[in-house]
């Protein structure tokens, strides 16, 4: 059983940075590769960017390359979402998740263990 807990949402504006944290129960980029995803009430939960099983390859949905950056840190277990110029349509609940395998994948479907999600907020 994968545990994954998010942390580091909040309110900011535009044009801040802020950097969401997810810390896994267990060895987790040993088994499985794992992503970010948000979503807004009334809409479906999107890909965000992913981490591969060794950590060492990385992907994002189109919109946000440049702006967001996912990192892990296969130590401590915790993988990053690092969001730069953030903007009012990034307000979302950000969720964590993993799959087994050593690929990411942009599908929520493809993911079988999730976080709870942290609120972050842009307004000014």
């Known amino acids: 059983q994968v545990q994954l807990v998010e942390s580091g949402g909040g309110q900011v504006q535009p044009g801040d940075s802020l950097r969401l944290s997810c810390v896994a129960s267990?060895?987790?980029?040993?088994?499985?590769?794992m992503a970010w995803f948000r979503q807004v009430p009334g809409k479906d939960r999107e890909f965000v960017g992913g981490i591969n099983r060794s950590g060492g390859r990385t992907n994002y949905a189109e919109l946000l390359k440049g702006r967001f950056t996912v990192s892990g840190d296969k130590k401590n277990n915790i993988m990053y979402l690092e969001m730069t110029n953030l903007n009012p349509d990034d307000t979302a609940t950000y969720y964590c998740a993993a799959r087994l395998g050593g690929l990411t994948d942009s599908r929520v479907s493809a993911y079988r263990y999730w976080g709870q999600g942290t609120q972050v907020t842009v307004t000014s």
């Open positions: 267990g060895r987790i980029f040993d088994t499985y590769s």
